[in-house]
Protein backbone atom coordinates (compact mmCIF):
# COMPACT_ATOMS: atom_id res chain seq x y z
CA UNK A 1 0.00 0.00 0.00
CA UNK A 2 0.92 3.61 -0.67
CA UNK A 3 1.65 5.86 1.87
CA UNK A 4 3.04 9.87 1.55
CA UNK A 5 3.47 11.82 4.69
CA UNK A 6 3.82 15.66 5.03
CA UNK A 7 5.43 16.33 8.59
CA UNK A 8 4.91 19.99 8.64
CA UNK A 9 1.53 20.83 9.76
CA UNK A 10 2.61 24.48 9.06
CA UNK A 11 5.29 26.25 7.89
CA UNK A 12 6.13 29.83 7.72
CA UNK A 13 8.08 32.07 5.79
CA UNK A 14 9.65 36.13 5.00
CA UNK A 15 8.09 37.15 1.32
CA UNK A 16 11.26 36.82 -1.08
CA UNK A 17 12.59 33.89 0.74
CA UNK A 18 12.73 30.12 0.03
CA UNK A 19 10.89 27.73 1.76
CA UNK A 20 11.08 23.83 1.18
CA UNK A 21 7.94 21.61 2.56
CA UNK A 22 8.87 18.67 3.48
CA UNK A 23 7.55 14.94 1.55
CA UNK A 24 8.20 11.33 2.32
CA UNK A 25 6.52 8.22 1.08
CA UNK A 26 6.19 4.73 1.07
CA UNK A 27 5.52 2.41 -1.58
CA UNK A 28 6.60 -1.34 -3.24
CA UNK A 29 6.10 -0.36 -6.79
CA UNK A 30 9.26 0.66 -8.21
CA UNK A 31 7.17 2.81 -11.23
CA UNK A 32 5.46 5.77 -9.62
CA UNK A 33 4.93 9.39 -10.13
CA UNK A 34 4.96 12.60 -7.75
CA UNK A 35 2.48 15.50 -7.74
CA UNK A 36 2.75 18.48 -5.46
CA UNK A 37 -0.78 20.56 -5.78
CA UNK A 38 -1.83 24.26 -4.14
CA UNK A 39 -4.77 24.39 -2.25
CA UNK A 40 -5.42 28.55 -2.16
CA UNK A 41 -8.30 29.45 0.73
CA UNK A 42 -11.15 29.05 -1.71
CA UNK A 43 -10.55 25.57 -2.14
CA UNK A 44 -9.78 24.48 -5.71
CA UNK A 45 -6.48 22.30 -6.26
CA UNK A 46 -4.27 23.51 -8.63
CA UNK A 47 -1.23 21.42 -9.87
CA UNK A 48 2.25 22.74 -9.50
CA UNK A 49 4.93 19.91 -10.70
CA UNK A 50 5.25 16.16 -10.93
CA UNK A 51 8.61 13.96 -11.28
CA UNK A 52 8.85 10.29 -12.25
CA UNK A 53 10.13 7.78 -10.19
CA UNK A 54 12.79 6.84 -13.34
CA UNK A 55 13.65 10.52 -13.83
CA UNK A 56 17.23 11.34 -13.16
CA UNK A 57 16.90 14.66 -12.94
CA UNK A 58 14.74 16.85 -10.09
CA UNK A 59 12.01 18.32 -11.73
CA UNK A 60 11.34 22.54 -12.15
CA UNK A 61 8.43 24.51 -12.86
CA UNK A 62 8.99 28.23 -12.46
CA UNK A 63 9.81 29.04 -8.61
CA UNK A 64 9.09 25.47 -8.26
CA UNK A 65 11.32 22.74 -7.77
CA UNK A 66 10.93 19.29 -6.71
CA UNK A 67 14.33 17.78 -4.82
CA UNK A 68 13.97 14.06 -5.48
CA UNK A 69 16.14 11.67 -3.23
CA UNK A 70 14.37 7.77 -4.39
CA UNK A 71 16.51 6.47 -2.17
CA UNK A 72 15.39 7.95 0.81
CA UNK A 73 12.23 8.24 -0.37
CA UNK A 74 11.60 11.81 -0.48
CA UNK A 75 10.24 14.68 -2.91
CA UNK A 76 10.10 17.91 -0.82
CA UNK A 77 8.85 20.78 -2.68
CA UNK A 78 11.21 23.79 -2.81
CA UNK A 79 9.47 27.40 -3.76
CA UNK A 80 12.18 30.16 -4.24
CA UNK A 81 11.41 34.02 -3.39
CA UNK A 82 7.93 33.29 -1.57
CA UNK A 83 5.18 35.57 -2.27
CA UNK A 84 1.98 36.79 -0.85
CA UNK A 85 0.30 34.69 -3.05
CA UNK A 86 2.07 31.34 -2.01
CA UNK A 87 -0.04 31.40 1.14
CA UNK A 88 -2.22 28.15 0.86
CA UNK A 89 -2.75 24.54 1.46
CA UNK A 90 0.17 22.35 0.01
CA UNK A 91 -0.21 18.62 -0.40
CA UNK A 92 2.31 16.00 -1.68
CA UNK A 93 0.66 13.09 -3.98
CA UNK A 94 1.67 9.52 -5.50
CA UNK A 95 0.46 7.86 -8.42
CA UNK A 96 1.66 4.09 -8.73
CA UNK A 97 1.67 4.03 -12.57
CA UNK A 98 0.88 1.21 -15.11
CA UNK A 99 2.20 -2.23 -14.43
CA UNK A 100 2.45 -1.57 -10.69
CA UNK A 101 -0.08 -3.35 -7.83
CA UNK A 102 -2.37 -0.29 -7.58
CA UNK A 103 -1.98 1.25 -10.50
CA UNK A 104 -3.58 4.49 -11.20
CA UNK A 105 -3.90 4.59 -7.34
CA UNK A 106 -3.65 8.90 -6.53
CA UNK A 107 -2.91 8.98 -2.64
CA UNK A 108 -2.63 12.17 -0.99
CA UNK A 109 -0.20 13.24 2.03
CA UNK A 110 -1.87 15.24 4.77
CA UNK A 111 -0.92 18.84 4.01
CA UNK A 112 0.96 21.96 4.81
CA UNK A 113 -0.11 24.71 5.33
CA UNK A 114 2.06 27.77 3.91
CA UNK A 115 2.17 31.67 5.52
CA UNK A 116 4.26 34.06 3.61
CA UNK A 117 4.85 37.37 5.67
CA UNK A 118 5.51 40.46 4.44
CA UNK B 1 -12.91 23.73 -22.00
CA UNK B 2 -15.23 22.20 -19.52
CA UNK B 3 -12.38 19.70 -17.57
CA UNK B 4 -13.81 18.17 -14.74
CA UNK B 5 -17.75 19.22 -13.76
CA UNK B 6 -19.57 18.37 -10.74
CA UNK B 7 -23.15 18.71 -9.57
CA UNK B 8 -24.19 19.84 -7.30
CA UNK B 9 -21.95 22.86 -5.54
CA UNK B 10 -23.36 23.11 -2.34
CA UNK B 11 -26.31 20.28 -0.68
CA UNK B 12 -27.52 19.93 2.75
CA UNK B 13 -28.93 16.58 3.16
CA UNK B 14 -31.06 15.28 5.90
CA UNK B 15 -29.71 12.15 8.48
CA UNK B 16 -30.84 9.05 6.69
CA UNK B 17 -31.51 10.50 2.99
CA UNK B 18 -29.67 9.56 -0.05
CA UNK B 19 -28.14 11.49 -2.69
CA UNK B 20 -25.92 11.31 -6.05
CA UNK B 21 -23.01 13.31 -6.83
CA UNK B 22 -22.35 13.47 -10.19
CA UNK B 23 -18.32 14.15 -11.91
CA UNK B 24 -18.43 13.96 -15.59
CA UNK B 25 -15.28 14.99 -17.53
CA UNK B 26 -14.50 15.76 -21.14
CA UNK B 27 -10.93 14.84 -21.54
CA UNK B 28 -11.49 11.23 -22.25
CA UNK B 29 -9.17 10.45 -18.82
CA UNK B 30 -9.26 6.56 -17.96
CA UNK B 31 -8.41 7.63 -14.78
CA UNK B 32 -11.19 9.05 -12.18
CA UNK B 33 -11.25 9.12 -8.27
CA UNK B 34 -13.29 10.58 -5.98
CA UNK B 35 -11.72 12.39 -2.32
CA UNK B 36 -13.74 13.82 0.39
CA UNK B 37 -12.20 16.89 2.42
CA UNK B 38 -12.55 17.35 6.02
CA UNK B 39 -12.05 20.85 7.29
CA UNK B 40 -8.66 21.44 7.70
CA UNK B 41 -7.83 17.93 6.54
CA UNK B 42 -5.98 16.27 3.64
CA UNK B 43 -7.68 14.27 0.88
CA UNK B 44 -8.90 11.00 1.51
CA UNK B 45 -9.75 8.95 -1.22
CA UNK B 46 -12.90 6.99 -1.31
CA UNK B 47 -13.18 5.31 -4.70
CA UNK B 48 -11.20 5.10 -7.76
CA UNK B 49 -11.48 3.90 -11.32
CA UNK B 50 -8.92 3.09 -14.04
CA UNK B 51 -11.43 2.78 -16.85
CA UNK B 52 -15.21 2.07 -17.84
CA UNK B 53 -16.60 -1.04 -15.66
CA UNK B 54 -13.72 -0.83 -13.14
CA UNK B 55 -13.76 0.37 -9.37
CA UNK B 56 -11.98 0.19 -6.56
CA UNK B 57 -12.12 0.90 -2.97
CA UNK B 58 -9.63 3.42 -1.21
CA UNK B 59 -9.15 4.10 2.17
CA UNK B 60 -12.86 5.31 3.24
CA UNK B 61 -15.00 3.89 1.13
CA UNK B 62 -17.71 3.17 3.77
CA UNK B 63 -21.23 4.60 3.13
CA UNK B 64 -20.56 5.28 -0.54
CA UNK B 65 -21.17 3.13 -3.69
CA UNK B 66 -19.60 4.27 -7.43
CA UNK B 67 -19.86 3.13 -10.77
CA UNK B 68 -18.35 4.26 -13.70
CA UNK B 69 -20.56 2.72 -17.25
CA UNK B 70 -18.76 5.09 -19.35
CA UNK B 71 -15.63 7.19 -19.69
CA UNK B 72 -16.57 10.05 -19.56
CA UNK B 73 -19.19 9.60 -16.18
CA UNK B 74 -18.37 8.34 -12.53
CA UNK B 75 -20.99 9.13 -9.97
CA UNK B 76 -20.81 8.85 -6.32
CA UNK B 77 -23.23 7.77 -4.68
CA UNK B 78 -24.33 8.46 -0.46
CA UNK B 79 -26.80 5.67 0.94
CA UNK B 80 -28.40 6.86 4.45
CA UNK B 81 -26.38 9.89 4.96
CA UNK B 82 -25.32 10.15 8.34
CA UNK B 83 -23.37 13.53 9.80
CA UNK B 84 -19.78 12.39 9.26
CA UNK B 85 -20.19 12.31 5.80
CA UNK B 86 -20.40 15.50 5.98
CA UNK B 87 -17.53 17.03 4.14
CA UNK B 88 -15.81 18.56 0.80
CA UNK B 89 -16.32 15.92 -2.00
CA UNK B 90 -13.37 16.27 -4.85
CA UNK B 91 -13.72 14.30 -8.27
CA UNK B 92 -10.39 14.13 -10.08
CA UNK B 93 -9.38 12.47 -13.89
CA UNK B 94 -5.86 11.78 -15.16
CA UNK B 95 -4.40 10.41 -18.62
CA UNK B 96 -3.34 7.05 -17.36
CA UNK B 97 0.10 6.89 -19.37
CA UNK B 98 3.20 8.92 -18.24
CA UNK B 99 3.44 10.69 -14.96
CA UNK B 100 0.47 13.54 -15.97
CA UNK B 101 -1.29 15.47 -13.26
CA UNK B 102 -4.71 14.76 -12.08
CA UNK B 103 -7.54 17.54 -13.28
CA UNK B 104 -9.95 18.45 -10.24
CA UNK B 105 -13.73 19.68 -10.37
CA UNK B 106 -14.74 22.74 -7.99
CA UNK B 107 -15.73 20.33 -5.17
CA UNK B 108 -19.28 19.84 -3.76
CA UNK B 109 -19.82 21.45 -0.11
CA UNK B 110 -22.20 18.70 1.43
CA UNK B 111 -23.55 19.34 5.05
CA UNK B 112 -25.41 16.06 6.53
CA UNK B 113 -28.31 17.41 9.54
Known amino acids: AQKITQTQPGMFVQEKEAVTLDCTYDTSDQSYGLFWYKQPSSGEMIFLIYQGSYDEQNATEGRYSLNFQKARKSANLVISASQLGDSAMYFCAMRVLLGGTSYGKLTFGQGTILTVHP | NAGVTQTPKFRILKIGQSMTLQCTQDMNHNYMYWYRQDPGMGLKLIYYSVGAGITDKGEVPNGYNVSRSTTEDFPLRLELAAPSQTSVYFC????????????FGQGTRLTVV
Open chain 2, 92 to 103: ASSYPKGVTEAF
